[in-house]
Every structure is written in structure tokens, then in C-alpha cells.
């Protein structure tokens, strides 16, 4: 099993580009997550699905959309990408979530710059 | 505000001491805390999973506990190993939110 893979690993923008970060999960997941992760502030969770069909904005969900395609693969989507949103970008997936939620598990992360 | 917070922020001790790492959060009404470690530039790994329920879990060499009416988590490393140097987060879920502490880094020496 491949686990959380995303794509691509690295990208550069320019201000104003769009780009779709892609998350997918061989696991048979329910619940998926989109997080970004900053020096000195942490992983925030930006969106997440608790299910197929459903999302739901997170911490930090401005300037960002997200689909949940099917229930293997969760996109992130900047519209008109910012240098504030120079960050590294993390996919998560978890069996469920809610009161009997289980392990989250990540995947190796996409390292994004803004110019 | 729901915040975590984790002493120390690094940590550096020799090969073989068993050491404690510190988690400590805000609102006590948490559905589970998870442990994690982050090598550098890779993602995270998941080490233990705590329910709201539960007072501790185990794996190998660690130990994690969990006090919520103090708003307290440990995590325990028994024997450490160069290999266990890395950045290790814990991570509080609360309903429709995931918060995260800011880690603390650990060096083993050899």
C-alpha cells in the first residue's frame, strides 16, 4: 500500500497563478484533511472532508477550495496564489473522525513558493 | 482559544537516557490526542493515538499518557537511540478542529 501520496512534491508561482495540489488514499479512508505547515506556527488545518461528498472549512480555509473527488482523492485548489501562501502543504486521511476518530495519517507533503 | 503548547521546544541528551516530552492544552473537552514525529523535510508519522477514555497507550519503547482534567499529555521514550532524533508533535483533536503543537525537537547524541 502507497498509504497518502500527493503530487507534485515541489512547485513555484508566480503571484497570481492558480494550481490544484493532489491528495489521494489507497487506505479506504472516510475522512481526509488539508493542512499547511509554517515556521513558527505550526500545522493548521486549512480544509476538511469527513466523508465522501462532504468538506468543510478548517482553521484557514481563505483563499483556498478544495473537491473530494471521489473517496480515494482529496485536491486543494488556489485560485490566485499569493506569496502569503508560500508554505509547506500537508494531505491527512483517517477512518473516520468525529468522537471515535482514528489515527490520522500524512502524507510526504508538497513544498509550495509564491514569488 | 483552543491552544497547545509543548515543552521543551528542543531537547538534546546521550544515546541510552530515557527522556520525557511535554504536551499541555488548553480545553480539556478533547475527543483524542495523537503523537507524531517529522524528520526533516518529510511528512509526519504517526506514533500513538490516546482516546478521550483512555489514560495511556504503548509501543515498543514509547509511552504516552494522558491527564485531561489537567490538560496534560507525556510522551515517554525509554532507552533513546540516535534514530529517535526528530521533531515530535502532538496533535489535540476537538470536534471539527485539528490543533497542533509546535513540537519539540530532539537530538540523541551518539
Known amino acids: 500500500n502507497a498509504g497518502v501520496t500527493q503530487t507534485p512534491k515541489f512547485q513555484v508561482l508566480k503571484t497570481g497563478q492558480s494550481m490544484t495540489l493532489q491528495c489521494a488514499q489507497d487506505?479506504?479512508?472516510?475522512?481526509m484533511y488539508w493542512y499547511r505547515q509554517d515556521p513558527g506556527m505550526g500545522l493548521r488545518l486549512i480544509y476538511y472532508?469527513?466523508?465522501?461528498?462532504?468538506?468543510d472549512k478548517g482553521e484557514v480555509p481563505n483563499g483556498y477550495n478544495v473537491s473530494r473527488l471521489n473517496k480515494r482523492e482529496f485536491s486543494l485548489r488556489l485560485e490566485s496564489a499569493a506569496p502569503s501562501q508560500t508554505s509547506v502543504y500537508f494531505c491527512?486521511?483517517?477512518?473516520?473522525?468525529?468522537?471515535?476518530?482514528?489515527?490520522?495519517?500524512f502524507g510526504p507533503g508538497t513544498r509550495l513558493t509564491v514569488l | 482559544k483552543q491552544e497547545v503548547t509543548q515543552i521543551p521546544a528542543a531537547l538534546s541528551v546521550p544515546e541510552g537516557e530515557n527522556l520525557v516530552l511535554n504536551c499541555s492544552f488548553t480545553?480539556?473537552?478533547?475527543?483524542?490526542l495523537q503523537w507524531f514525529r517529522q524528520d526533516p523535510g518529510k511528512g509526519l508519522t504517526s506514533l500513538l493515538l490516546?482516546?478521550?477514555?483512555?489514560r495511556e497507550q504503548t509501543s515498543g519503547r514509547l509511552n504516552a499518557s494522558l491527564d485531561k482534567s489537567s490538560g496534560r499529555s507525556t510522551l515517554y521514550i525509554a532507552a533513546s537511540q540516535p534514530g529517535d532524533s526528530a521533531t515530535y508533535l502532538c496533535?489535540?483533536?476537538?470536534?471539527?478542529?485539528?490543533?497542533f503543537g509546535p513540537g519539540t525537537r530532539l537530538s540523541v547524541l551518539p
Open positions: 480545553d480539556s473537552a478533547i475527543y483524542n
Open positions: 487506505m479506504n479512508h472516510n475522512s
Open positions: 472532508s469527513a466523508s465522501e461528498g462532504t468538506t
Open positions: 491527512a486521511s483517517s477512518f473516520q473522525t468525529g468522537r471515535s476518530s482514528n489515527e490520522q495519517f
Open positions: 490516546i482516546q478521550s477514555s483512555q
Open positions: 496533535a489535540v483533536h476537538y470536534g471539527q478542529n485539528f490543533v
